[in-house]
């Protein structure tokens, strides 16, 4: 090699040398996204099948998924105690625990769901007076620490809502309670203007698919959405959202199927079910999953489902 070219080609290398460390620092130094593995509706109940394949799921989020900060579990997470007598309501609670203990070893942030409460539809023998009726049973056995809670991460605050109130004629309602209500317009103001907020409720706030849930149209072509599929109060929610800017994502699950709507500055993700079709197969078009979700540090969000 002549003593031209070698420099020349020695010039070269440093440049390479010399550019290289700074887009290795820029890399380094930029933050990476909070990733959140949100499995919800799993309902659980005893059965070869089913367990497996709930153990297969929290596996793949635990395990095959890197990087993950930490999981919500969105709520349903067994089968049913609405309408359980004390034993299977026992039986159905011990097996999911013991299954998240086996698989997760992730922080986990539990959301109640419709059917983790116990005894509000039991017709006889009515469970009132029972020390773990209605969401007693469920707190406990999860460890929250309330119904509804919050907790930060990084830039982010995370709200956890207790969206399933029992309606007096009947059945149960999507909306938030008084005392909740007001709980949630103290926190709302603490959180700093500059930091974002993620609110997780197992009914959607807002959701297309809880126009979508029954597959058909009113015989006048109207879609139906019931107020036990989408929050009843979201307007009184939306004026209370519009006040602040830093709300940024709403998650919940309960209709079994996924959407994606962007409000108001909000991005509102109904991440379908664990259990897909209530373990048999595919819920309309969608196939059992959960979401892995990413948040970055100027408010922005995305999602991505498993179809574990």
């Known amino acids: 090699m002549k003593r031209r070219d070698f420099i020349s080609n020695s010039a070269g290398r440093s ?22 593995a949100h499995l919800t509706d799993i309902h659980i109940k005893p059965g070869k099948d089913i367990e497996a394949s709930v153990a297969k799921a929290m596996h793949h989020a635990q395990i095959l998924v890197p990087e993950i900060d930490f999981i919500i579990n969105g709520g349903d997470s067994i089968w049913d105690s609405l309408e359980a007598d004390k034993e299977k309501t026992q039986i159905q609670w011990d097996l999911f625990t013991s299954m998240l203990k086996k698989e ?9 769901g419709n ?4 005894g509000w ?3 006889e023998n009515k469970p009132e007076n ?12 999860l460890q929250m620490k309330n119904r509804y809670f919050s907790f930060s991460k990084d830039k982010w605050h995370f709200i956890i809502l207790d969206s399933t109130q029992l309606n007096p004629a009947g059945g149960y309602i999507g909306k938030i309670d008084e ?35 029954f597959d058909k149209t009113e015989a006048n072509g109207d879609l139906k959405i019931q107020r036990n599929l989408m929050h009843s109060d979201f307007f009184a929610l939306k004026k209370i959202f519009n006040n602040y800017p830093n709300i940024k994502v709403c998650i919940s699950g309960h209709i079994h199927l996924q959407d ?11 991440n379908g079910a664990v259990s897909g079709n209530w ?28 179809n574990y």
């Open 121 to 123: 539809f039991i017709k």
């Open 104 to 112: 997760i070893s992730l922080p986990v942030y539990h959301c109640i």
């Open 260 to 270: 994606e709507l962007n409000y108001l500055g909000i991005r509102y993700y109904c």
């Open 130 to 141: 029972e020390r773990q009726y209605g969401k007693v049973w469920v707190v406990e056995t």
């Open 179 to 213: 005392e909740q209500l007001v709980w949630l317009q103290t926190e709302l103001a603490l959180v700093p203007k500059e930091n974002f907020i993620c609110i997780v409720s197992h009914i959607p706030i807002l959701s297309i698919c809880a126009g979508l849930f």
């Open 115 to 118: 059917h983790d409460i116990w």
């Open 15 to 36: 440049a390479v040398v010399l550019t290289n460390p700074s887009a290795i620092v820029t890399t380094q130094i930029k933050k990476p996204p909070i990733r959140v």
């Open 279 to 306: 373990w048999k197969g595919s819920f309309q078009e969608f196939a059992p999953a959960y979401a892995m979700l990413e948040f970055y540090p100027d408010g922005t969000s995305k999602r991505y489902m498993q």
